[in-house]
Structure formats: C-alpha cells, structure tokens
C-alpha cells in the first residue's frame, strides 16, 4: 500500500527560484492539442464495426431478486408460516 500510495502523490519540478509550481510530465494545453492533432483519436471514437452487442437474458436463466422483495413488509407465503 506504501508503494502504491508512492505513485499516486504528485510530483513537480524542482525550481532555484521562486515560481508556480508545475507537475512533473504535465502537458501544456498548446502541447495536448498538437498531440492530439497529431493522433488518431478521431479513429477511436467511431463506432467499433467488431462490437457485437450482449443477447438477451434467456428465460431459463435465474435472475437476482428485485430489492422490493426483501423489504419487509412484502407478505410472502414463506414469512407467514
């Protein structure tokens, strides 16, 4: 967890003189903007012409229990006996 912990703190520059501080490996907007220009980012977000979209439930299948059947006021045979 300590290592993990490591990774996620926030790293910046080190500066010899009084500045903003600025994340390590931190992009400019201008430099987002040319890699992005750069990429194929238009390509990722079509649609995927491989996507096969999930089936239906079959009926046979069991399927969770709606919340409002273990509430308690809901009179079932089981609880009366």
Known sequence: MKAAA???RERFEAVTTATPPERLGALTEAE???ELAESDATDLRRAD???I???PVP????RPVT???DE???DTPEENA
């Open 6 to 8: 490591r990774l996620r």
């Open 49 to 51: 012409p491989g996507y």
């Open 53 to 55: 979209p999930h089936q």
């Open 59 to 62: 009926d046979g299948w069991a």
């Open 67 to 69: 919340p409002a059947a």
């Open 72 to 74: 308690p006021g809901n």
């Open 32 to 34: 987002a903007e040319a």
